[in-house]
């Protein structure tokens, strides 16, 4: 079955530092790739998305780029601040439409000091 | 764009009593429904889908006649906990797919459920 691996966490960094957290997928066919952010005691806000090979998605200064050679979904930014502070989620559901089910990894806390 | 409103956000409860969760689709049709469970160190548990219209589709594990969930129209499904007990204590969260599956999906507020 589909499945989505990043980076557990959690990630301290200091504000201004350069931030990658890892994401890498299985899945069949051709999934759209997601990243979900969580603020504390707050659902999840959809962040950015990419819905196929080599599309890069951003958003807020964060960006993902779908690399279907790699399976990979790695989300970056050059520079955070300590608003970035939360914890991030990789997802993916399966192309086609038919089943919206998405699929998580685990999540990573980031914590940004100032 | 598309919001999903989720009450209440924190519910304390005794135990042995139910509680219900409310997630209203306020400006889109959400025909499906998703519930998850969020664990300590974040990790989120699909529990079930609702249909609007038909019964939901619960994942392996999780008790149908404790979690009860209702889809009866197209812009409300509710979640009940049953007979809670302090370990269904969590964070309860709520999301309806948009349009397509390309399109994301937005998710509730959540619900933080203590039971005492």
Known sequence: ?114 | GAVVSQHPSRVICKSGTSVKIECRSLDFQATTMFWYRQFPKQSLMLMATSNEGSKATYEQGVEKDKFLINHASLTLSTLTVTSAHPEDSSFYICSAPGEGSHYGYTFGSGTRLTVV
């Open chain 1, 1 to 114: 079955g589909d499945s989505v691996t990043q980076m557990e966490g959690p990630v301290t960094l200091s504000e201004e530092a350069f931030l990658t957290i890892n994401c890498t997928y299985t899945a069949t066919g051709y999934p759209s790739l997601f990243w979900y952010v969580q603020y504390p005691g707050e659902g999840l806000q959809l962040l950015l998305k990419a819905t196929k090979a080599d599309d890069k998605g951003s958003n807020k200064g964060f960006e993902a780029t779908y690399r279907k050679e790699t399976t990979s979904f790695h989300l970056e930014k050059g520079s955070v601040q300590v608003s970035d502070s939360a914890v991030y989620f990789c997802a993916l559901s399966p192309g086609g439409g038919s089943n919206y089910k998405l699929t998580f990894g685990k999540g990573t806390l980031l914590t940004v000091n100032p």
